[in-house]
Nanobody, 129 residues
Framework: QVQVEESGGGLVQAGDSVMLSCVVSGRRTFDKYAMGWFRQVPGKERELVAGIGSGGITIYADSVKGRFTISRDGAKNTVTLQMNSLKPEDTAVYSC??????????????????????WGQGTQVTVSS
């Protein structure tokens, strides 16, 4: 079983930066999992914000390109989401999720919620104007 736990978030002002972290435990094959950060606001579907494959390829939602950066550290089994130039519309519950396993250097970065089997509890990010 894979456990996913997020940290970070909170209340910030527009233009500020926040870093979210996600620790994956329970398996020794973190490098075989693609990781994604999703966000959800009440009344809307959960959406992919950023994803990183086991081979390091990254994808981003158009709304966050140039502002958010996803990265992974295999030595620490962590994935981080650096969020810069935050906007009020970035306010949401952010969740980290794992998909796989894939081959260690796979270019596959799943985009759909259903492709991710393991989820954290989520962390709230609120951006005030």
């Amino acid at each position: 079983q894979v456990q996913v736990e997020e940290s970070g978030g909170g209340l910030v002002q527009a233009g500020d930066s926040v870093m979210l972290s996600c620790v994956v435990s329970g398996r020794r094959t973190f490098d075989k999992y693609a990781m994604g950060w999703f966000r959800q606001v009440p009344g809307k579907e959960r959406e992919l914000v950023a994803g990183i494959g086991s081979g390091g390829i990254t994808i981003y939602a158009d709304s966050v390109k140039g502002r958010f950066t996803i990265s992974r550290d295999g030595a620490k089994n962590t994935v981080t989401l650096q969020m810069n130039s935050l906007k009020p519309e970035d306010t949401a519950v952010y969740s980290c999720a794992a998909a796989g396993p894939f081959s260690p250097y796979s270019s596959n970065v799943p985009r759909r919620v259903a492709e991710y089997a393991y989820w954290g509890q989520g962390t709230q990010v609120t951006v005030s104007s």
